[in-house]
Structure formats: C-alpha cells, structure tokens
T-cell receptor, first 112, second 112 residues
C-alpha cells in the first residue's frame, strides 16, 4: 500500500530564504505526483504536476523534482515571501483510476 | 481556468439528518472525487467516479453515498449524519489525460 510522508511537518523561515520541502513515497510505480498549496480553511490549489516520465517541473519561483527510483520529490521555493505561508501537500497518483494518495503536509511560515 | 465549485462553504446539521454536499466542475472532466480532511489524518478518499453513473468506494466510504447523474455534478450524501462526520469535505476533478487534479474551496460541515 502506497504511503506518502512529508518532512518537516512545520517550517518557519525568514523572508528571502530559498527552501526545500520534501515528499517521500514507498511504491515507485506511480503515474504522477502533484504539489498543492492550501491556505487555512480553504481548498487545495494545484502548484505543479510531474508525470512519471519527467524529472522536474518549474513555475515561477517554484521547482519540483521527481526521483522515482528513490521514492522522493522535492519542492524548491526560491526567495520566499510572507505570501508563501501556507500548508504544502504532495499527492502521488497511482494510475488506472487516477486516485491520489496525500501526504499530511508541511506547514510553512515565512516571516517578514 | 478549471473551476470546481462546492455548493456551501459552511454547513451546520443535526445528528440524524440527511445531508447533501454538491460539487460542480466546468471542464468536462471524467473523474470526480470526494475527500474529507481531518487534523493529523490528512486527506482521505471517500468515493470517486470515473464516468456518469459510475462510482467506486475509496478508503472510508462507510456512512456515505454518492450520485453522479450528469458529468459535471458529483454529490456526496450523508444518509444519517453523525458527530464523527464533522470535517472539511473537499471535492476534486481530473481529466483522464494528465490526471491533474483540481479542488473546490471545501465545505466545513459541523454535525451537532
């Protein structure tokens, strides 16, 4: 059974820092991996989607990488801003019915 | 932009009531999902549907049912609401091609 882990559970950094959020999964036979952002009390906003054949995706200050063989993905945030404060979730898609298994998230706080 | 709309942001219902949560997507997506999100447990899949009138149980279907009579609409039904169904409910949709998932804004349900 696929398990998805995100470490750390919480992170507090000063504004301007570059930071890395980690996501690990136990079964490398994945269809894709998606990173989301969730603000308190709100739904999930899609940030980046990486297909299993890809190694990385970039959008603005965000870069996500995927290493299936080691069961890891990282989300890199460059030059962090207070507006980046949110919970970041990774989700692994297993193909077939396209169900996602979610990690429990990393709660990020960027201090001004 | 893909839009997934949930009918209510907040709901308060009494124990034993029948509760309907509605979700509509506007991108002609084949797949639709209902998750619940609880602190410390993350997102857990309740039901999903990969076509009109088709449904499959997720990880925690007990106490819930679903209906998908039209492609754009996916309803979650709590047959007899109980206090342990107090939670944040999230609807999502995805295309069968990339499987990128898009979420609604969430419904915070409180059962008293």
């Amino acid at each position: 059974k696929q398990e998805v882990t995100q470490i750390p559970a919480a992170l507090s950094v000063p504004e301007g820092e570059n930071l890395v959020l980690n996501c690990s999964f136990t079964d490398s036979a994945i269809y894709n991996l998606q990173w989301f952002r969730q603000d308190p009390g709100k739904g999930l906003t899609s940030l980046l989607l990486i297909q299993s054949s890809q190694r990385e995706q970039t959008s603005g200050r965000l870069n996500a990488s995927l290493d299936k063989s080691s069961g890891r993905s990282t989300l890199y945030i460059a030059a962090s801003q207070p507006g980046d404060s949110a919970t970041y979730l990774c989700a692994v898609g297993g193909g077939g019915t396209y169900k996602y298994i979610f990690g429990t998230g990393t709660r990020l706080k960027v201090l001004a | 932009d893909v839009k997934v709309t949930q009918s209510s942001r907040y709901l308060v219902k009494r124990t034993g009531e029948k509760v309907f949560l509605e979700c509509v997507q506007d991108m002609d997506h084949e797949n639709m999902f209902w998750y619940r999100q609880d602190p410390g447990l993350g997102l857990r899949l309740i039901y999903f549907s990969y076509d009109v009138k088709m449904k499959e149980k997720g990880d925690i279907p007990e106490g819930y049912s679903v209906s998908r009579e039209k492609k754009e609409r996916f309803s979650l039904i709590l047959e007899s609401a109980s206090t342990n169904q107090t939670s944040m409910y999230l609807c999502a949709s995805s295309t069968g091609q990339t499987a990128e998932a898009f979420f609604g804004q969430g419904t915070r349900l409180t059962v008293v």
